[in-house]
C-alpha cells in the first residue's frame, strides 16, 4: 500500500495499542470457562488457559477463538488443547531431542521421516523446533515452564532434557545450527535430505 502522506498523518491522532499480560488474558479465560459452565476440573482448565495465554502472543481475541476451538472439541484438557489448535508433537520433538543427546542417529532420522510421513512441510517443522529448542534453551537458564510456551504437563520431560552440564551451551549450540538449517532450506526443493544431513551432524557432534 501507499504511504500515507504527511500532511494527513499530522491531523490524525495516533494510538499505541500495548500487548495484554499473560496473566491478564488467563484470568479472562478462566472468567469464560466459569461463566459458560464448560465440565472439567479446575486443574485441567488451568493448563489450558495457562497454554494458550502464553500462546496467544498478547491478544485476547486471539486467545478467546482458541479457547472456543477447544471447548467446541469436547473436551478442555491440555492434550485435546494441543491436538485441536494445530501444535506441533511434543512428545516427537522429545524424543527427537533424547536421540540427538544419545547421538541415535537411527532414532534421529525415523522421527524426522515420520514427521515427513505424516504430511508435514518440512520448513515448517524446522522452524517450529527451532521454537521448541529456544523454550528448552530458556528452562536451562530459569528453571520455569511458564517462561516458554511448552504445556506445564511436559516439565518433568523438559526437566530430563536439561539435566546434565553444560546443557545450556549444548542447546545454544543446537539453536544456532537450526538457525542456519533454516537458512540453508529457505530455497530449497528437497529440504528432508539437508535437514537429514544438518541433524546427522549434530547428531555425531554432540
Known amino acids: 500500500p501507499e504511504k500515507i502522506p504527511a500532511t494527513i498523518i499530522n491531523r490524525c491522532q495516533r494510538f499505541s495499542f500495548t500487548r495484554i499480560s499473560t496473566e491478564g488474558i488467563k484470568r479472562r479465560l478462566n472468567y469464560i470457562l466459569a461463566e459458560e459452565g464448560v465440565s472439567g476440573t479446575t486443574g485441567q482448565h488451568g493448563e489450558v488457559t495457562d497454554y494458550i495465554a502464553r500462546i496467544s502472543k498478547g491478544e485476547m481475541r486471539n ?13 478442555v484438557d491440555i492434550a485435546t488443547c494441543v491436538r485441536v489448535l494445530g501444535s506441533y508433537s511434543y512428545d516427537d520433538y522429545i524424543n527427537l531431542t533424547n536421540y540427538l543427546l544419545d547421538g541415535n542417529l537411527t532414532g534421529v532420522s525415523s522421527v524426522i521421516n ?16 527451532l521454537s521448541f529448542i529456544m ?8 528453571r520455569n515452564i511458564s517462561n516458554t510456551k511448552i504445556p506445564v504437563n511436559f516439565e518433568n520431560e523438559i526437566i530430563k532434557l536439561v539435566d546434565f552440564d553444560n546443557s545450556a551451551n ?17 530455497g530449497d526443493d528437497d529440504p528432508l535430505t539437508t535437514i537429514e544431513i544438518v541433524f546427522n551432524q549434530i547428531g555425531r557432534l554432540i
Open 63 to 75: 486467545a478467546i477463538t482458541m479457547l472456543e476451538t477447544v471447548i467446541d472439541a469436547g473436551s
Open 170 to 186: 549444548y542447546y545454544q549450540y543446537y539453536m544456532d545450527n537450526l538457525l542456519k538449517l533454516k537458512n540453508m532450506i529457505k
Open 114 to 129: 515420520f514427521i515427513y510421513s505424516s504430511g508435514v512441510d518440512m520448513k515448517l517443522f524446522t522452524n517450529t523446533y
Open 135 to 142: 523454550d528448552v534453551l530458556k528452562y536451562c537458564y530459569s
